[in-house]
T-cell receptor, first 117, second 111 residues
Framework: GAVVSQHPSRVICKSGTSVKIECRSL??????MFWYRQFPKKSLMLMATSNEGSKATYEQGVEKDKFLINHASLTLSTLTVTSAHPEDSSFYICSALGLAVRYNEQFFGPGTRLTVL | GENVEQHPSTLSVQEGDSAVIKCTYSDSASNYFPWYKQELGKGPQLIID?????GEKKDQRIAVTLNKTAKHFSLHITETQPEDSAVYFC??????????FGTGTRLKVLA
């Protein structure tokens, strides 16, 4: 149980285009989801906290107009990288908080590798 | 601000030996401490966790210890195997449910 999926797993796009990444909790309801960014050989950096039905809370230094987050249902959050540029290339990972499943534990997705040409 | 220090950054051990990774956290309100294993190109996988009301937890070859007074927690892997080679991250979480991750330890188990 407590599986989180991400789609797509890999995406390559041209500079200036927008890319949407989906994060789904498959077998539990997640009122809160988190989006992380990870550079090669670095740790996970929290970008934003997404709560179902409300606006996302962004961490300091993360451009909310660049990284649009929507959490429209208890099982789906999306991250849209708008007007992507090569510096946005990274590994994006989502997680879902399943308070009813196990208190405090975040369940992580498999990640999405974004490459912007 | 809140942070989690993790050491060492790289660790090489012979197959069958033990490996220890240490983390120190700053926020005294932290009450949940998970450890993750991440293989190349994949998301983090929870391997063990501990809550603040417990000092030690063990699951087969893996154990975690917590010293709340010193704000230290450690991962112990015994009888290491080549498939244990990966990057390991510690994290600390508290009131906001947000995770503060350590900087990671690249473990290499030499056959």
């Amino acid at each position: 149980g407590a599986v989180v999926s991400q789609h797509p797993s890999r995406v390559i796009c041209k500079s200036g285009t927008s890319v949407k990444i989906e994060c789904r909790s498959l077998d539990f309801q997640a009122t809160t989801m988190f989006w992380y960014r990870q550079f090669p050989k670095k740790s996970l950096m929290l970008m934003a906290t997404s709560n179902e039905g409300s606006k996302a809370t962004y961490e300091q230094g993360v451009e909310k107009d660049k990284f649009l987050i929507n959490h429209a249902s208890l099982t789906l959050s999306t991250l849209t990288v708008t007007s992507a540029h090569p510096e946005d290339s990274s590994f994006y990972i989502c997680s879902a908080l399943g308070l009813a499943v196990r208190y405090n534990e975040q369940f992580f997705g498999p990640g999405t590798r974004l490459t912007v040409l | 601000g809140e942070n989690v220090e993790q050491h060492p950054s790289t660790l090489s051990v012979q197959e069958g030996d033990s490996a220890v990774i240490k983390c120190t956290y700053s926020d005294s309100a932290s009450n949940y401490f998970p450890w993750y294993k991440q293989e190349l190109g994949k998301g983090p996988q929870l391997i063990i966790d501990i809550r603040s009301n417990v000092g030690e937890k063990k699951d087969q070859r893996i154990a975690v210890t917590l010293n709340k007074t010193a704000k230290h927690f450690s991962l112990h892997i015994t009888e290491t195997q080549p498939e244990d080679s990966a990057v390991y991250f510690c994290a600390a979480s508290g009131r906001t449910y947000k995770y503060i991750f350590g900087t990671g330890t690249r473990l290499k188990v030499l056959a």
